[in-house]
Structures are given as structure tokens and as C-alpha cells.
């Protein structure tokens, strides 16, 4: 796992720039691809100057700019690219779609050509609503209708995670898919809720609540995620393989929200968002997400290791310490 060289799409993300860090501290080279531009990637301000470090700005939907990218000797290229978040899929549908299916057809289309592994980044929206939690990596999947903007998201990734059965099966191209469970730490964007919550709390102002706060989530923290991420794209037992990568402790959202308040020692409370309102029909909320991830833990030794309250607290004290990212957005 050292001494390689990896390629990253979305490498300046949230996930990704942790990915990068973690494979540049294992004695890696690390090519990453991303439509942010170098001086704008303050993710990757740690690793910047790092030797092992080569950024190239592209769209994964311009083959061409990928294909002069591509480093032919390279062990595996993860695949994050994508655009994440509910409010995006909410304004921009096509965007997401065009991005995820068009931009990963390129990628499948030049990893055939040299036959070069692939790490997916799936997600555990694939599972929709079904409600027959814990979900293991071949349960049923259950979506609303299409006229429901969010489940753009979950039909677009599951077309890829189509795509590479299918290639993989034509001409055996070696990939492997994880699907995240609600991932938080640090740099994260502020518009979900532990990254969200820890930046309000921080500028004193009150958190948002989604409407009765009753749903439930097992959050991931992202360096358990990186370990696993990195595990699936290298182990020879992952190829040809999906896995859910996430914590199996689930809890509400609210008690999310006033562990946030706790560690911070902050009183501001929270403030209910109304998702009806705000969002109208267009939105629709899972009531339970919960992984089964004894498939990660046998094939490949995964689990997740750090619980909720200890994750809070290192994204807290990461934000204190980086006021650029608790700036106005
Ligand atoms: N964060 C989570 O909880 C979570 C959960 C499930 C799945 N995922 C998946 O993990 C991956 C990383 O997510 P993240 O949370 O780090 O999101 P992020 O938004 O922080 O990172 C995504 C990166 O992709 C880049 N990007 C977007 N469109 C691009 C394009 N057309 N070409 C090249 N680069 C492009 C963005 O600039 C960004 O740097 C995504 O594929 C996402 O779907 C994340």
C-alpha cells in the first residue's frame, strides 16, 4: 500500500482530501482530480506542498481532460467525485445525474482501456426506505417515484454501481464499491447536520432540527471511513465486491443535535426545521438508516472505531482551530 502511486476524483472534498492525506502519509504518490481550482482547495492546505502531491482541475464530464490525467501506472483510482447533498439534488437534478452517470461512464470507459482498479463511492441512499433495517449490501431497494427530486441521487449511483458489474464482468476490470453511512468530521461543508450543528454551535447561533427530530442515522467518522475506503481499493479479497462502510450505533437526530450542544457546553438550543415548508413535495425523508457491516469486518477486517461523542469532540476542537471554515458561508 506504500510506495504507489493513486489517483483521486474529488480528492479537494471533504472525504477526499482526508483520503489524500492518509495515502501521502503511507509514502504514496497521489494525482487528484477535481473541478476546484488548486488555490481555492483549502481542504488541501495541508498537503499542498507535500512532493508526493500532483493536482490537475478537470470535470469528470470532459473525457479528454480526464483521459490526460489518467497515470496508466497507477494502482487504483478512487472515485469520489459526485455531487453530494440534498439541497443540490433539490436545485440542480440534472446536474447530479449528468455528473455521476456521464462523468463515471468516462472514468469506466478510460480504466478499461489500462485496466486499472477502481474504488466507487457509493452511498447508503442505494437502500432508500426499505424498512427492513439493518441493511446487508444485497438488500431490496426501495425508492419513492420519480417526481421526488432525492432519489435522483440514489438512482444515479446505483446506475454506476451498475455500470461496474457490468464492465467487470465483460472484461474483468477490477473494482470495488463502498457504501458511506452519514460520514462527519472535519472540513466537512456545513449543511449536514454534525457539520452543520458544530458550526452554529460555534458562532452561537441555534442548530436546525428537521422537523420532529425522530429519525435516526449511524454516523461515520471520517477517518474510520478513509481506513475502510482504502482497505476496499487495495485488498485483492475487495475486487469485484460491494461493502456498507459505517457505524452500527444509530441514533436520532435529536440526540445528535444536543450531544453537539453538550460537548460544546453550549446553551443556544436548536430551531425546528419545517421540511414540508420548506422543502414542498419535492423532498422526502428516511425514517431509519442503519448498516449491517459484518461483510467489511470479515473480507477485510473494517470496522468502525470511533463512537459519536468522541468524533464531536474532534470536530469541535478542529473547527476552533480553523476559523477559516467558521466563517460566513
Ligand atoms: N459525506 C457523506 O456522508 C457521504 C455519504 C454517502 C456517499 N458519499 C459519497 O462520497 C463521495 C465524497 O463525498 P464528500 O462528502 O467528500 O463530498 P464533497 O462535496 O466534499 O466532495 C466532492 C468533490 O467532488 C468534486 N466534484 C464535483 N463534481 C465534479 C466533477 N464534475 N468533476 C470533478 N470533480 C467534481 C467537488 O469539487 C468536491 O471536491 C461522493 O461520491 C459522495 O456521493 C458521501
Redesign the pocket.
Known sequence: MSNAVYMV?????????HLVEKLLANGNEVYV????TLDK?Q?LATVKNHPGFHYCE?????KASLKNFWRPEARAIF???????IKNYIADPLKLI???VV?TKNLLEIAREHGTRIL??????IFGKNPEVPWDEKCDRVLGPTSVDRWS?STS?AVCEHMLYGIHRQCGLPFSIV??????GP???PY?VVSQSVYKVLRNEQPLLYDDGKMTRCF?Y?ED?VEGVIEAGTNPKAVGEDFNLGNCVEVTMEEVVRTILKEANSGVGYKVFDTVKEYGERYEDIPRRVPKVEKADKLLGWKAKIQLAEGVRRSLEWARNNPWWLKDA
Request: with cysteine; charged share 15%.
Open positions: 476524483t474529488g480528492g479537494s472534498g471533504f472525504i477526499g482530501s482530480f477535481d473541478t476546484t482547495a481542504n478537470g470535470d469528470i464530464r470532459d472515485h469520489l467525485a459526485s455531487v453530494v447533498g449528468d455528473i455521476c462523468g466507487f463511492s457509493s452511498t447508503s441512499e441521487y449511483k457504501r458511506f453511512f452519514n460520514v462527519y472540513r466537512q461543508n449536514f461515520t471520517v471511513i
